[in-house]
């Protein structure tokens, strides 16, 4: 099953297809002025006891593992503003004391381009210290345009053969996230949190912007202990992605490119170069800042140039059955946005 690359999406008649569609279109074409996409926001209760109140020893918080994140993946490898909302600070320091009022005012802000929730949950909720954040709550957020990204370590809130709460945050189209990552049914949170972990890594460290690659790479990585009956191979096959697993995942403030491109092509074999820049100079493949795939497209419909990958400067060799004038469009992962030039 790690090399099955799979994913949902919550569609049951035309309005909702064309509002999955447009989520994802609007979160893809983020601006350099939707600073939201550079901030994530940690939401974690205590997870054992449970429940658990002021005063009582705690066995695990769900802060231990946010806060694991924030120092081996999100601030080695990108500048993206962490915001913790704890129901405790007995162990570590919070932003915003975490109820589930609290968090609904949050998540409205549309100030989170990614939003981590380490807790319990069910299929139809998810619990944030004081309370449930139900179905109902995920319908009525209003943070849109601004989606977000959620990764939910909880038990069975991404149980899609259900209408479950992670499907709830994607088919709002006033709000809620443009895709969800959680477990179908229970999750075991140290080894859940290996692939969280993971995810993130190959994410914001290893330059796998595409959602897709960033989550199967994960589930590869460890798939070593799933030839027997392990939490691993339930780990495996608990994972559910609920949203478009091509989409690009925002690490970053969107920075805009510049395009050195010819403006035309002749007939016949041929060499193009597109150079893709910013302000830093040529965006390179291998940077953590930027994966870059530039996209060829005939205005006249001559059959010519194809879909080519880039590192700073492109290469292609197109050829062209008549003379053409192209558009050209850099599909730019992390923290690049798309510009068309010609």
Not at 119 to 146: E, I, R
């Amino acid at each position: 099953m790690g090399r099955v690359i799979m994913a949902r999406a919550p569609v049951r008649n035309l309005p909702s297809a064309i509002n999955f569609v447009n989520k994802v279109i609007t979160y893809e074409t983020a601006t350099p002025a939707d600073d939201y996409t550079n901030r994530i926001l940690y939401v974690a209760e205590v997870l054992f006891p449970s429940p658990w109140n002021p005063g009582d020893p705690i066995t695990l918080d769900g802060s231990q593992y946010s806060e694991a994140l924030i120092e081996h993946v999100i601030e080695p490898c990108t500048d993206m503003e962490n915001v913790r909302m704890y129901e405790t600070d007995h162990i570590h320091p919070y932003d915003i004391h975490l109820t589930r009022l609290a968090l609904i005012d949050e998540l409205n802000t549309g100030e989170y381009g990614q939003v981590n929730q380490f807790g319990h949950g069910h299929f139809f909720n998810m619990s944030v210290g004081d309370a449930n954040f139900t179905v109902s709550d995920a319908d009525g957020l209003t943070n849109g345009p601004n989606y977000f990204l959620i990764f939910a370590l909880n038990c069975a809130s991404g149980a899609f053969d259900v209408s479950c709460l992670m499907e709830a945050f994607v088919e709002n189209p006033d709000g809620g996230s443009v895709m969800s990552v959680g477990a179908a049914r229970e999750a075991f949170p140290s080894n859940t949190f290996n692939y969280q972990l993971t995810f993130y890594d190959f994410m914001a460290c290893q330059s796998r912007g595409r959602a897709v690659d960033a989550f199967n790479a994960a589930r590869l990585q460890l798939i070593g202990n799933t030839d027997r009956n392990t939490v691993d191979r339930w780990t495996q096959m608990n994972a559910a992605f609920i949203g478009d697993p091509a989409t690009t995942i925002w690490n970053g403030t969107p920075r805009a490119p510049q395009i050195s491109a010819p403006g035309s092509l002749d007939v016949g074999e041929q060499q193009l170069v597109i150079q893709v820049s910013d302000a830093g100079g040529p965006v390179k493949k291998d940077a953590a800042s930027g994966v870059c795939d530039p996209t060829c497209m005939s205005q006249s419909g001559a059959v010519c140039c194809t879909t080519c990958g880039c590192s700073g400067a492109v290469k292609c060799q197109p050829v062209c059955e008549a003379p053409a004038k192209w558009d050209c469009e850099t599909r730019c992962c992390f923290d690049y946005t798309k510009k068309s030039c010609v």
